[in-house]
């Protein structure tokens, strides 16, 4: 909270509180400087404090003592370290690549499927009560180091008033953003039905089509084309390596529209400023199946978005890369 920003915001609601029909001007501009100064903190904390109750508290706390069972957790300043065993931590998934002697391809597909579904099943409705909280509040800006105004940026810069988003998560993007005049069309996809189930509901306004589908497959659907697609988040969750992910790219390509803008963010581990606290996290991430980005590079990402677009930008914050592509 900037100290020019404090004096802006006090002497408009001075200003509001002189004009109001109140008679009692310090009560009104006691009243005015408060709803004020929450507004600041809503926006800068990316969630309302005065909803979180004691349950959502409980279900934080039962969450986070299942991500950090791996070692003691040290809370300090405004971040934290992980204790961990000292041994090398090895991600929980047996990965074979699709020339590997000795594993069929069935083999390798069904593996694929299994840690897709780990990697989506993550999502219940107790973790979707937090994640806002947890992932968009805290994480981003004190682990991740990319406050999530930053993602939301890019949003509104890109998304257009007939927009697919995938890997909708609680629909936090698609409630902030803004959107152009006229009618909104929106469509969701995404593999988890508790996140389709969430994100429908707090847009319902916009009336929105839910989509259950896996994008590592071919994706067969009966619907017009976008002038955008979102994909926030997605890629580090996903099975593989980047490069075997961003084959996402592809396999939406046929739903945008040819003069449309694709966007959206990951977290890398290669090629970004990644601090102890975000290196403890994905080692723990990655080991569960949350996450599996142990070799995702933004070296990786530019060559795919060069190979595959006429133009693209990337910009970094933190370990996050937030980027957008035009066909």
């Not at 390509?253 to 996290?281: C, M, P, Q, W, Y």
């Not at 723990?284 to 949350?290: E, T």
């Amino acid at each position: 909270m900037h100290p020019v920003n404090i004096l802006h915001r006090k002497l408009i609601v001075a200003w509001k509180s002189y004009n109001s029909d109140s008679g009692e001007w310090s009560a009104t501009y006691k009243k005015n400087i408060e709803l004020a100064d929450h507004k600041e903190l809503v926006e800068a904390l990316g969630f309302d404090p005065d909803k979180v109750t004691a349950e959502v508290i409980a279900e934080a706390y039962e969450i986070t003592g299942y991500l950090f069972d791996d070692g003691a957790i040290i809370f300090y300043n405004v971040g934290f370290r992980i204790k961990a065993d000292g041994g090398r931590i090895q991600n929980g998934r047996q990965r074979h690549a699709l020339n590997e002697p000795g594993h069929k391809t069935k083999e390798v597909i069904l593996e694929i499927s299994r840690a897709v579904e780990r990697g989506q099943a993550i999502y219940s409705k107790p973790i979707l009560t937090v994640y806002d909280l947890w992932v968009l509040g805290f994480s981003n800006k004190f682990i991740w180091k990319c406050p999530t105004y930053n993602i939301l940026n890019n949003f509104n810069e890109h998304v257009s008033s007939n927009h697919l988003d995938i890997g909708v998560g609680t629909g936090y993007f698609l409630d902030k953003c803004q959107f152009g005049t006229g009618n909104v069309n929106i469509a969701l996809m995404d593999l988890n039905q508790n996140s389709l189930d969430e994100a429908a509901k707090r847009i319902e306004r916009y009336n929105p089509v839910k989509y259950k589908v896996n994008v590592l497959e071919k994706i067969n659907i009966d619907t017009d084309r976008f002038d955008s697609i979102s994909l926030n988040y997605l890629f580090h969750c996903l099975p593989g390596n980047l490069t075997e992910k961003l084959i996402v790219l592809d396999n939406v390509d046929h739903l945008l529209n040819e003069s449309g803008v694709i966007f959206g963010s990951t977290i890398l581990t290669s090629g970004v400023n990644t601090s102890r606290s975000a290196k403890a996290l994905m080692r723990i991430y990655n080991k569960k199946g949350i996450f599996d980005n142990s070799t995702d590079s933004l070296d990786d990402l530019k060559k795919y978005l060069t190979k595959k677009y006429s133009s693209f930008s990337i910009t970094t914050h933190g370990c996050v890369a937030i980027f957008s592509a035009i066909k």
